[in-house]
């Protein structure tokens, strides 16, 4: 069988890859360091107002980019804080 | 030209100014002021509501005896399972007041201006001491209370049991309470139920030691906040408006087009029920120096089943005290309202596929509630040595959901021998693959 040269790193990494992986979802499974009150979901919200929809304007327009994804997307990341206004 | 009277300038009005004649003895000098004339930021502050505005203080209760109100008896003590009390004396049950009718904290969170606070959640005098000792109302005996730990002593002269009920500044005393729902038998089979599951790889001395019968009932400090609020963000969000390979065989890569769009949002929200921890220990939750985030996991708890303060619930049970104020919990209280404002802008981008990047936000707290209130928690705990004084594993059980959640110390090498194995097995298969 003919295998290129990335699949071959990428199947000699699975070994080490598979390795860390497992260390790390046994060692979440006890000791639960990810863990936390889910504040955002938990608890009794109401919102009164949201505004601002009608103002999204388009800036820019991006060519040919190989990352399917926004740089520094923080969408569902609620808990990173970023610059106050 | 005609002649014109000398007209003296008008003198300056705000706060502040010289006066003609001072305030009458008695009078406030800001009494004779008519607020609606004065600049907006210092009208606000003038009527915003005193800090203080709600009085949850147990006045009947303040001779420390919880009486039966059937016999008169102060063996009074929580009845397990219910949120009632119980006289061991002449069986007689009732139930205390729900601090949510009572003080209607239910209500008018849309209209919260300014930082009200509890009677219960006021600050604490930076010279409270948590020794208290108590006249027995009973005998009139002096009976000393540690409020550190516990809420409940007898009287040793009369056997009386005696509650600090009264609400004193050392922040033992709270608005409000939740009485446990889960009993300890429940509690102990959902530790071993939790740690079942986590055996193979679990510490030998953790094994050898597990004893669940230990568990302990505390009552940790909370506050359980209300607010209202008012939250900016601003940043980017991207379309994809084409997807295309470019390339052929083994160079086959996938290129993307994208609009670019700036956006921003605001969202008013009011919060109902957010329980912060206010003891300095429990609230840090670093997971490197210790397991507070298990306890803190467990939460939320049916706060609006909270009763009026009552030592008698106490008996039996350990408490911790309240040792952090409105102020110092201000921070933590913005920055969850930050992310839960964050949580309820995100349905509005569903239209940006690439995702959105925010990069600029704001909360403006327009007002907020403060309560604060002793939740029921079981505890179990585990001790790791290790340097810097070793780590303390909890397992924790929710007194009133029963949810529970735990840290399990686990068995270093048996973890990297168990990661090395898998790893060496699924190497061999890729090398097997390759040379094939």
């Not at chain 2, 030209?1 to 003609?20: K, R």
């Not at chain 2, 609400?167 to 608005?175: K, L, S």
């Not at chain 2, 084409?242 to 700036?262: C, E, I, L, P, S």
């Not at chain 2, 609006?304 to 009552?310: G, P």
């Amino acid at each position: 069988m003919d295998i290129d040269g990335d699949t071959i790193l990428f199947l000699l990494a699975l070994g080490p890859a598979s390795a860390v992986g497992l260390y790390w979802a046994i060692y979440r499974h006890y000791r639960n360091t990810d863990k936390s009150h889910a504040f955002e979901h938990e608890t009794a919200v109401e919102v009164l107002a949201l505004t601002g929809v009608e103002a999204d304007r388009k800036v820019d327009e991006i060519r040919g980019t190989r990352s399917p994804r926004i740089e520094g997307d923080n969408v569902g990341n609620h808990r990173q804080r970023v610059q106050p206004m | 030209m005609a002649l014109h009277p000398p007209t003296t300038p008008p003198g300056p009005t705000g706060p502040g100014s010289p006066q003609d004649m001072p305030p009458a003895p008695g009078q406030h000098p800001m009494d004779s002021l008519d607020p609606s004339k004065l600049p907006p930021p210092i009208r606000d502050e003038l009527l915003a509501p005193d800090p203080a505005a709600i009085d949850t203080s147990a006045k009947e209760l303040r001779d420390g005896l919880n009486h039966c109100p059937k016999c008169g008896s102060t063996e009074v003590q929580h009845r397990p399972g219910s949120d009632r009390l119980i006289c061991l004396y002449c069986r007689h049950e009732w139930a205390a007041t729900r601090v949510e009718e009572a003080f209607g904290l239910g209500e008018g969170i849309a209209d919260l201006r300014g930082t009200q606070i509890a009677s219960g959640a006021r600050d604490i005098a930076a010279d409270a001491a948590s020794l208290r000792s108590f006249k027995c109302g009973g005998c009139g005996a002096e009976v000393v209370i540690n409020t550190e730990t516990a809420m409940t002593a007898r009287c040793h002269w009369c056997r009386h049991v005696l509650g600090v009920n009264e609400q004193i500044d050392n922040g033992a005393v709270p608005d409000a309470l939740l009485p446990f729902h889960i009993k300890k038998d429940d509690a102990v089979a959902r530790i071993r139920q939790f740690v079942d599951k986590r055996r193979l790889f679990a510490l030998k001395a953790f094994k050898d030691e597990f004893t669940p019968e230990n568990v302990v009932g505390v009552y940790l400090p909370y506050m359980v906040v209300d607010a209202r609020g008012s939250a900016d963000a601003a940043g980017l969000g991207e379309i994809e408006t084409r997807r295309y390979t470019r390339g052929d065989g083994k160079n086959k890569q996938t290129y993307f087009d994208a609009d670019v769009w700036r956006v921003q949002r605001r969202v008013d929200f009011t919060v109902d029920d957010l329980p912060l921890e206010s003891s300095a220990r429990r609230g840090n939750l670093d997971t490197r120096s210790n397991t507070h985030n298990v306890i803190n996991t467990i939460l939320p708890f049916d706060t609006k089943n909270a009763v009026k303060w009552n030592a008698s619930y106490l008996l039996g049970y350990t408490s911790e005290k309240r040792d952090r104020d409105v102020q110092h919990l201000m921070p933590r209280l913005q920055e969850q309202m930050l992310s839960i404002a964050r949580a309820r802008m995100q349905p509005s981008m569903q239209r940006y596929d690439r995702g959105v990047r925010w990069e600029r936000e704001r909360i403006d707290l327009k007002g907020t509630r403060w309560v604060a209130m002793y939740l029921p928690v079981w505890l179990y705990a585990h001790h790791q040595p290790g340097s810097g004084g070793g780590l303390r594993h909890y397992i924790a059980v929710n007194g009133r959901t029963g949810e529970t959640m735990g840290s399990v110390p686990a068995q270093q090498w048996k973890l990297v021998l168990a990661a090395l194995t898998i790893g060496t097995v699924v190497e061999a298969l890729a090398l097997w693959f390759i040379a094939r």
